[in-house]
């Protein structure tokens, strides 16, 4: 379960009380696309020490089923596959309507709210007007959203290597539409040497601060207009949430 043992300690579900704060200044909520790689990603990232000293993690979808993604039970499992975005931010509105005595959102204004999606095929015909209304509801709520094109495997992938014109050759553009791949899943197994497990499970050894960083810098590079809401073209915006909290650790 993603970390946030540095509230009010002992922390557990039935007492996240959090009249003091010993260490931590925020806490990110998160609401993912994907219910295994994105959690085991930000996983990791809240167990780096210095991290845990300034920001905690908690997922929306872990706490609302209460349980680890290694021991959820199909229904489980089933529950957390409704994940249009459009569902990620409605589990937002759910989570903090049911957590606020809990949480005490409104006596933390500085806690943020994010859904982590992809745009694969979100922006078809079918599903672009629902995709334009969660982004626009999004920005009146003043929740963050961290987008992937054409998902969250290239995030990953600019961690250990540069993007060639062949990864940016799959992206969700006005002129091709999302297809399936397993090219970027390759790439990180064959040319990165970080290959993701059986169901997407990705291991902690190939993600640390200083890939971060890398990655941050690369995925920068690659978000040539940052006015877009979202990225037309081969990107990601998951290193702006990244980058603000890396920017908080100490040199």
Sequence with gaps: MLSITS???????????????????????LSFEGSVT????FEIVSNFDKIKTKIQFISVAEDAVNTNYKFRT??????????????????I???????????????????????VTDVDNNTSSIWINEWNDTIKKCDEKRYGYAI???????WLLLHHLEATEEDKSFAVTDNQPYKPTSHFRNRLRRDA????KKDKHISSKHYNELKIRQAIERARTLHINCNDKWPKYFA???????????????E
């Design 236 to 250: 990601t915006t998951v290193y702006i949430l990244l980058e603000k909290i890396i920017d908080m650790i100490p």
């Design 193 to 196: 040497k970080a290959p993701m």
């Design 38 to 41: 994105e959690e085991e990603y």
């Design 93 to 115: 509105e759910q989570f903090k309507a049911e957590k606020e005595e809990i949480y005490q959102f409104s006596k933390y204004p500085e806690d943020e709210f994010w859904i």
């Design 74 to 91: 199909p229904e489980q499992k089933l529950l957390l596959s409704k994940s249009r975005p459009k569902q990620l931010l409605e589990r």
């Design 7 to 29: 509230r009010k300690p002992p922390f557990n579900v039935q007492n996240p009380y959090r009249e003091v704060r010993p260490t931590t200044s925020k806490i990110i909520f």
């Design 148 to 154: 992937s094109n054409p998902f969250f495997e290239i």
